[in-house]
């Protein structure tokens, strides 16, 4: 069984930062990939960001440079690290992680961004 434990959303202005947390019951080692997934009001989820077992990253178009997905092994946690927040990134936040073929969902951590 694998529980993720999200956390870091909040209110900020635009321009502002916000580091969201994933916190995994397992070494993050473990799993193929972990991701960060975003659900707007009345919009389909959509891909943030992600990183493998190895280095490699990858973001949509819509956060490079902007956002940075991370990871500290010691405590089994995912981050993404938001600078330069605009309005539109208001969404609710998803961490994901895939082992042995399955995904792996953490609940929504709501994020707004406004002033």
Do not use: H
Not at 64 to 80: E, H, M, P, Q
Not at 89 to 97: E, K, Q, R, S, V
């Amino acid at each position: 069984q694998v529980q993720l434990v999200v956390s870091g959303g909040g209110l900020v202005q635009p321009g502002g930062p916000l580091r969201l947390s994933c916190a995994a019951s397992r070494s993050i080692f473990s799993f193929f990939m972990m991701r960060w997934y975003r659900q707007a009001l009345g919009n389909e989820r959509e891909f943030v960001a992600r990183i493998g077992s190895g280095v490699i990253t990858n973001y949509a178009d819509s956060v490079k440079g902007r956002f940075t997905i991370s990871r500290d092994s010691a405590k089994n946690t995912v981050y993404l690290q938001m600078n330069s927040l605009k309005p539109e990134d208001t969404a609710d936040y998803y961490c994901n992680a895939i082992l042995a073929a399955a995904n792996y969902w953490g609940q929504g951590t709501q994020v707004t961004v406004s002033s």
